[in-house]
C-alpha cells in the first residue's frame, strides 16, 4: 500500500482457516443442462458481488442432525451444504420435502434464517437427510494471502425439476438457473469473477455430464497436496499470483498481477524475497512452456513492495521492464517509458488492450491498466480491497488522488483489480464509496478545529481516528496530513505554530 512508515512493526496474525460446504445443483433437462449460481451480496466479508454456489461455514449445530448412509466425517459439510441451499435459495434437498406446502416451507426457512434449529425443524415436518442424495465433488482450501480463509467440501445433486430458488436478499444478492456455458461467457468477459472452484466447476459441467464431471471436478488442475490453488484466474487473461512483500497491515502481500492469454506482461511482481520470486518466474515459466509469450514487466508505480522484484524477474526472464517517466527514474530506468494514454496491445485466443491512465495523488507517475474489453482496472495502489489507501506527504496528495478516482470512474471502470486483496467486482460502486470516505474525513477534521485554539496533528488524530488501532496510528497521521494539507488548499484551515486551526 505503500513505502515503510516509520513506528510501523506490525504484522497481521494468520487467518483461523473455517470448515464450509457449497453445493452444485444440477438439472438435467431437454433443453441442456442448467446450474443454479449466486451472487453474493454485497455486505458479505468474503467475496462481495461475486459468482458463487450455495454454500457457507459448518455450524456448530450441524454435528447433531441425523444423515442417513453418510461417511465417516462426512455428515457435519452434508447438513451445512443442505442447510445453505434451503437458507440462501429456498431448494431443500431432504426426503419428504414434496409433501411440505410452501407455505409451510416459507415459514421453516424464516424461522432457520432467525436462528433455528435446521434438525428441529426438520424433525418437526418429519424430513430426513440422506448423503447419497450429494455426491463429494472436491475440497479447496483458500490461499494464506486471504484475511478469511474456507476449507471447503464440494457435493454435487442432480435434480429431477428445476426449483424457483428464492434468493434471502441477504446473504445473497442475486442468482438462478444458468446454462455453465452461458455463465463460462460472462466469466470471459469480466461480467462474473469467479473463484478457481466455481470456475472449474462450469468449465467442467459445460463439457461432462454429471457421471463423468465427477472425477474431472475431484481432480482441479493447479492445487497442491494442501488443496491451495497456485493460479488463480479470476477472469479470463487476468491471473492474480499474491507476492508475500514488506506493505503495510493489514496487508501482508501484494499482487502480482498477470494479463493475456496468448501475450503475457506482469504488472508489479513486487516480491524482494528470494523464494517469492522463484515462485512467480516459476508460475510465468509454467505458462510459457504452455505456448504463451511473456513479453514485459510492467509497473504501476516504484514502491518498493511494487517494484522490488521487478527488475530481477525481468532479467531471468529475459523481457523489457515497462514504466512510467516518473517511476523509470525512482527505480533506475526501465526500458519503455508508458506513457498517459498509450495502448499496449496483447494477442492471443482473446485479445487484450491495455490502456494506461495516468493516476497520482498516492504516488508520482503512478499508472493504472485498463483492459478495454472488459473494462476491468489494474488498479495498483488506487483502491485496496477491504481497507483505505494511505497517502503520505508530500508524495501523496489527497486533492490530486480525489481527481484520479474521478478519473477511473469516468473510464468508466469496471471490476477492480487492487494491489492489495481481492478484486473488486462492482468498481464504480467502490470508487464512489473511496470518494465518499475521503470527504467525509475532511469533514470530521474540520469539524474538530476551532478558531480558538490550535490542535497538533496527534491530538487530532485522536479525535478523528479513535477507532483506529494504536499499532495503525502512524499511519492515520500520515493520512490525516494529507487531509490537512488538502483543507489549506481549499484555504479552510491554516497553520499555526502550535498545529492547525480554522
Not at 303 to 308: E, S, V
Not at 364 to 378: N, P, W
Request: aromatic fraction near 6%; hydrophobic fraction near 40%.
Amino acid at each position: 500500500m505503500s513505502e515503510a512508515i516509520e513506528g510501523i512493526e506490525w504484522t497481521p496474525p494468520p487467518a483461523k482457516i473455517r470448515q464450509a460446504a457449497s453445493i452444485l445443483l444440477v438439472s438435467e433437462r431437454e433443453e441442456g443442462r442448467r446450474i443454479f449460481w449466486v451472487r453474493r451480496g454485497s455486505r458479505m466479508r468474503f467475496g462481495p458481488g461475486w459468482y458463487a454456489f450455495p454454500g457457507g461455514k459448518v455450524e456448530e449445530g450441524d454435528a447433531q442432525v441425523e444423515v442417513e448412509s453418510a461417511r465417516e466425517g462426512e455428515a457435519p459439510f452434508v447438513v451445512a451444504a443442505i442447510r445453505e441451499a434451503f437458507e440462501e435459495v429456498g431448494i431443500l434437498l431432504a426426503r419428504g420435502a414434496e409433501r411440505i406446502s410452501a407455505q409451510a416451507r416459507a415459514e421453516m426457512r424464516q424461522r432457520l434464517r432467525a436462528g433455528a434449529s435446521f434438525g428441529e425443524l426438520l424433525a418437526a415436518h418429519g424430513l430426513r437427510l440422506d448423503a447419497r442424495r450429494l455426491v463429494s465433488v472436491g475440497r479447496w482450501v483458500t490461499p494464506p494471502f486471504s484475511p478469511i480463509r474456507f476449507d471447503t467440501r464440494f457435493f454435487l445433486a442432480v435434480v429431477d425439476e428445476e426449483p424457483d430458488g428464492e434468493v434471502d436478499g441477504d446473504e445473497v444478492a442475486g442468482g438462478g438457473w444458468v446454462e455453465p456455458a452461458r455463465a463460462l461467457e460472462l466469466w470471459e468477459r469480466g461480467e462474473a469473477l469467479l473463484h478457481p472452484p466455481t470456475h472449474h466447476a462450469l468449465a467442467t459441467l459445460a463439457g461432462f455430464p454429471p457421471e463423468k464431471a465427477v472425477g474431472i471436478l475431484r481432480r482441479p488442475p493447479y492445487v497442491d497436496a494442501e488443496h491451495v490453488v497456485h493460479r488463480i484466474e479470476f477472469q479470463r487473461g487476468i491471473h492474480v499470483f499474491p507476492l508475500r512483500t514488506p506493505t503495510l497491515p493489514p496487508h501482508t502481500h501484494t499482487n502480482c498481477i498477470v494479463v493475456g492469454t496468448g501475450d503475457l506482461v506482469a504488472i508489479d511482481p513486487g516480491a524482494s524475497d528470494p523464494a517469492e520470486q522463484e515462485r512467480i518466474a516459476r508460475a510465468l515459466a509454467e505458462m510459457v512452456e504452455e505456448g504463451r509469450r511473456f513479453r514485459a514487466v510492467l509497473l504501476t508505480h516504484h514502491h518498493g513492495d511494487h517494484a522490488g522484484g521487478a527488475r530481477e524477474l525481468a532479467r531471468r526472464m529475459g523481457v523489457p521492464l515497462w514504466a512510467s517517466e516518473v517511476t523509470s527514474r525512482r527505480v533506475g530506468g526501465a526500458d519503455r517509458i508508458l506513457a498517459d494514454g498509450e495502448v499496449i496491445e496483447l494477442g492471443g485466443p482473446m485479445p487484450m488492450r491495455l490502456r494506461c491512465v495516468l493516476t497520482e495523488g498516492h504516488a508520482d507517475g503512478h499508472l493504472c491498466f485498463y483492459e478495454e474489453g472488459s473494462r476491468a482496472v489494474i488498479a495498483g495502489d488506487m483502491v485496496a480491497e477491504g481497507s483505505t489507501i494511505v497517502l503520505d506527504p508530500p508524495e501523496g496528495k489527497l486533492g490530486v488522488y480525489l481527481d484520479s478516482l474521478r478519473r477511473l470512474m469516468e473510464l468508466p471502470a469496471g471490476a477492480l483489480y487492487p494491489a492489495h486483496g481481492f478484486p473488486v467486482p462492482d468498481g464504480q460502486e467502490l470508487l464512489q464509496r473511496y470518494l465518499a470516505h475521503r470527504e467525509e474525513r475532511l469533514a470530521q477534521i474540520l469539524g474538530c478545529l476551532s478558531p480558538d485554539r490550535s490542535l497538533t496533528l496527534a491530538e487530532i488524530v485522536k479525535v478523528v481516528y479513535s477507532d483506529t488501532l494504536s499499532v495503525l496510528r502512524p499511519v492515520a497521521e500520515r493520512s490525516a496530513l494529507a487531509s490537512l494539507l488538502e483543507l489549506e488548499r481549499r484555504a479552510l484551515v491554516r497553520r499555526t505554530d502550535e498545529g492547525w486551526t480554522v
